[in-house]
């Protein structure tokens, strides 16, 4: 596994080459996570967000909105049952693009 350390320097060129870009996105991650912001508790919004982090794998985003979302007030077994909602949709997910083999298979007889 790479370091985040490590490769985190980078983000200095990106920020050079797409300068707006970056701007706006840390803008809008700011406003997301803002805990006077919006209609869902912070802590709901930070185990949004460890939700989507274990489905898209990014092993930097789990680690820091899991800590978030225990800053922001959840509790550990509910950053548990963030994971396993998370697991079951990505489970599920699996299931559903099986019925495409079983579709093809059906399609060839």
């Known amino acids: 596994m790479h370091s985040h350390n490590e490769e985190a320097k980078f983000m200095a060129d990106i920020k050079e080459a797409a300068p707006e870009m970056?701007?706006?996105f840390f803008g809008f991650d700011k406003?997301?996570?803002d805990k006077n912001?919006?209609?869902l508790e912070l802590a709901t919004r930070e185990l949004i967000?460890?939700?989507v982090a274990v489905t898209?794998?990014?092993?930097?985003c789990i680690e820091d909105h899991a800590k978030r979302?225990?800053?922001a007030g959840a509790s550990t077994a509910e950053v548990a049952e963030a994971v396993m909602?998370?697991?079951a949709l990505r489970a599920g997910g699996g299931v559903t693009h099986g019925w495409k083999a079983m579709k093809a298979i059906a399609e060839t007889d």
Request: with cysteine.
């Open 22 to 24: 970056v701007s706006a």
């Open 31 to 33: 406003a997301v996570f």
């Open 37 to 39: 912001t919006g209609n």
């Open 49 to 51: 967000a460890v939700g």
């Open 56 to 60: 898209t794998q990014c092993p930097f």
């Open 69 to 71: 979302a225990v800053k």
């Open 85 to 87: 909602v998370a697991a």
